[in-house]
């Protein structure tokens, strides 16, 4: 009886198909244990965050008051020097037109006392020339010299209530000022916390705007400690979100903290919870982060 060659053909087939799927693992073992080289000739690995240089700007209430009109809300950009808060000024107003009044009560206490020092000189001249002819007596001269320095001593004490005055006068206006709150900086308000009618406090630190500066986006990596003497400001680096590892983004070194803290971001089970770090701040290279926004940072050999 002739046998069938398909169990023969069969065989082959599963030992052929046997020695390609471990072909195929040891394909796999052989790129795992290329790419864990790759990842050991990083120079450093860090973890950061996305942040702004200067940070965000936190806007307080710039004195008390009541607020009556808000010109800014989030999402909003805003200019350098833009009024987005205002406060009820009347009492500013108040106090500005009392600084006013006084200042013009002074100045015209200053004109009255400078009209008499010219005719008072004059008499002490004339009555000092009269006791040197003996046409007159020292006593009169004496006393028209002495009847002269005390206005004079009445003019300098008039004009220094003028200053004094206009000294009150700027601190009223200045006051006056304050009622408006103003972007310090050019840029997006991120966060709004107030309203029409609110009284807000300047001592209460309460934030009422947020604003995101026009300034470049940067990120702050905490280096550990066996990696600060490799780094150096100017060194390339790769940017990596948490939340799209196949995304890589440019980056540079620009500084290298002098002090040391410890960890916070750190997601490595093996580190100790006391790993001592240093703030290493990179400049990014374009792409689109947000702030606060979780990153890994790779510094390559370089």
Known sequence: MTRSPRPIAAATAIAVFTLAIGACGNASRDDGAAAKPAERAALAVAR??????????????????????????????????EAILKLDPRAADLAVAAAEAELAQAKAQAGVSAARLPALAQQARRLAAAAHDGAGTGQAADEASSALDVAKAESGSAQAAVAVAGQHLAAARFEREQSTLLATAAGSVVARDVQVG?????????????????RPLIIHAELGEAFVDAVRPGMRAQVIPDANPARTLDAR?????????????????QQAPDARVVDCVLALDGGSLRIGQQVLVRIPRQ
């Open 198 to 214: 609110d009284r807000v406090s300047a001592s209460s630190g309460k934030v009422l705007f947020q604003i995101l500066p026009d």
């Open 253 to 269: 070194v620009l500084r290298i903290g002098q002090v040391f803290g410890v960890a916070r971001r750190s997601d490595d089970p």
């Open 48 to 81: 950061g965050r996305v942040d702004v240089e200067g940070g965000l700007l936190d806007l307080t209430a710039p004195r008390d008051g009541v607020v009556v009109a808000v010109d800014a809300k989030a999402g909003e950009r805003v200019s350098a020097g």
